[in-house]
């Protein structure tokens, strides 16, 4: 007789009645062949506040190179990747460039962070450390090289 692959339920949590305890494990979840409730389906990202820190320096990082590029301040891309890609696709292909690299950033972490928590943490603080670089440079040189009105 073959044996059965065990049963597993995947769902979303859902919140518990009045008139069902609290259990130290899910009683509606069924049980795997080694006696443990199945993983629940993830549905929210690790590391919520450090991913909305990353994609608002990565927002802004993108606005202030739009401005320095503008004619008033003559600036010009120092990163060559990001420069190769605004000489080939204009500002448009600059903004999808620097949102697509902010994003795979953020798939990095979470793929990391699923696998070891605190790698990915840490991860995930270092981008925002990093990202903090090139906004800091543009504030400085706004503050320093303002156009003669």
Request: proline share 7%; with cysteine.
């Amino acid at each position: 007789m073959q044996k059965k692959a065990p049963l597993r339920r995947l769902y979303a949590p859902m919140a518990q009645s009045p008139e069902q305890p609290e259990t130290g494990s899910d009683a509606n979840a069924v049980e795997g062949s080694n006696g443990q409730a199945p993983p629940r389906r993830r549905t929210h990202v690790l590391y919520p506040n450090y991913y909305t820190w990353f994609v608002l320096l990565s927002a802004l990082d993108v606005m202030f190179t739009r401005v320095i590029l503008s004619p008033t301040y003559r600036g010009r891309e120092l990163n060559w990747v990001a420069n190769y890609v605004l000489q080939r696709w204009d500002v448009t292909g600059l903004v999808i460039y620097k949102f697509l690299l902010a994003a795979f950033v953020v798939v990095i972490c979470e793929y990391v962070g699923r696998r070891r928590h605190r790698t990915g943490l840490r991860l995930a603080r270092w981008a925002v450390l990093i990202g903090c670089v090139p906004v800091a440079v543009q504030v400085y040189l706004f503050l320093t090289h303002l156009p003669h009105m």
